[in-house]
């Protein structure tokens, strides 16, 4: 039970990010980087991939985890997951939810402020990627087209924190399946031990700066 509800929950990320950043990327190449047009765009990808995602072949993504998990105990498996969903949310995507009024919110803006920002209020200005005018223009708009989105909706950048704490979650599904897919633990320990990691300073706080574009690239 645990295991597929992390691996459909990491489906349905994975494929949201995919069609935000794939819609936003396209739109901004063709100038035409719109609310209308991102939401359609959006909503149409997001529901290609995850049909695609979710029926590549009979089992698929679950026939990927092998092998099985060794058993445990019912009421050991229950306070894992309770530990882990209690800790990763008050800890973290939380914290990094309430942008820039919580403590987050020093560690994503330094970076941020710096060209990220800037890079997705000017995509939301001028429509386009095509202005290179601003430091780091030339760069494409993955990340960046995440935070865009916020700004169209709302006219501000703070929904940047929900754009982090999705991209924390989606870490933490990652290493959870991780650990799963390669040992035998029980899916609700997985994410135990994934969120233990993210309390590693420079570890989480490389999540937020330089490590998120990794992370996003290989998504």
Not at 28 to 40: E, K, M, Q, T
Request: charged fraction near 10%; hydrophobic fraction near 60%; aromatic fraction near 12%.
């Amino acid at each position: 039970m645990g295991q597929t509800l992390l691996i459909r929950l990491y489906g349905v990320l994975f494929c949201l990010v995919f069609a935000l950043i794939f819609t936003g990327q396209v739109l901004s190449f063709a100038g035409h980087y719109r609310l209308l047009p991102v939401l359609a765009g959006s909503v149409l990808v997001w529901l290609a991939a995850l049909w695609l995602y979710f029926r590549r072949a009979p089992g698929w993504p679950e026939q990927a985890f092998l092998p099985p998990a060794t058993p445990a105990a019912p009421r050991l498996d229950a306070l894992c997951m309770v530990l882990a969903v209690l800790a990763l949310s008050s800890a973290f995507l939380l914290r990094l939810a309430l942008f820039p009024g919580s403590v987050a919110g020093n560690v994503i803006a330094g970076d941020a402020l710096s060209y990220h920002f800037v890079r997705a209020v000017e995509l939301v200005r001028s429509g386009t990627m095509w202005d290179l005018a601003i430091a780091y223009g030339e760069y494409p708009a993955g990340y960046e087209s995440l935070v865009s989105l916020g700004v169209l909706l709302t006219g501000t950048v703070y929904p940047a924190g929900l754009v982090h704490a999705l991209i924390v979650l989606l870490l933490a599904l990652t290493l959870a399946l991780l650990l799963r897919r390669y040992t035998r633990l029980p899916a609700a320990l997985a994410l135990l031990l994934a969120t233990l990691v993210l309390f590693i300073p420079d570890f989480f706080s490389q999540s937020l700066v330089v490590g998120k574009n990794d992370l996003l690239l290989s998504v």
